[in-house]
């Protein structure tokens, strides 16, 4: 057990779930607060400790100290989780668009303004398939 986990909170197990193949098992244990916590063996006890939950209390007091004024959420991760799925939707539309693979589009997403700046890089065959030549 790391020091990070002697310090998170402990929350209560929900359900427990049964991930990987033989030889490279990880049990996924989903708790109360809404995060996973993966670990090589099924937990016997009632309650783990939630690292997420500590990492999130860290992220929103730094937030507080660089001055956001008082813009912080309770729901810090869900804010993000909402960041990455737009950023997902935003990289998959333009690579649709374009007739790219993901893998050829970039996008940078900023916490207050939203999208920041979307890079497409394109092959010598994307260039020629593109101006047709």
């Known amino acids: 057990m790391t020091t990070e986990h002697r310090q998170a909170p402990r929350r209560r197990?929900?359900?427990?779930?049964?991930a990987g193949s033989w030889g490279n098992v990880k049990y996924r244990h989903l708790?109360?607060?809404?995060h996973t916590e993966s670990r090589p063996r099924a937990a016997t006890v009632p309650k783990l400790a939630c690292a997420w939950c500590l990492r999130v209390e860290k992220q929103q007091t730094q937030l507080l100290a660089l001055g956001t004024g008082?813009?912080?959420?309770?729901?810090?991760d869900e804010e993000v989780v909402e960041q990455l799925e737009t950023q997902?939707?935003?990289?998959?539309?333009i690579s649709k668009r374009l007739g790219l693979t993901s893998e050829a589009v970039d996008v940078?997403?900023?916490e207050l303004l939203g999208l920041r700046v979307a890079t497409v890089f394109?092959?010598?065959?994307d260039?020629?398939?593109m101006t047709g030549q």
């Open 70 to 76: 008082g813009r912080v959420s309770e729901n810090i």
């Open 108 to 110: 940078t997403m900023s």
């Open 31 to 34: 708790l109360e607060c809404g």
């Open 88 to 93: 997902a939707k935003i990289k998959a539309e």
């Open 13 to 18: 197990i929900e359900s427990i779930e049964r």
């Open 122 to 125: 394109l092959s010598r065959d």
């Open 127 to 129: 260039v020629d398939r």
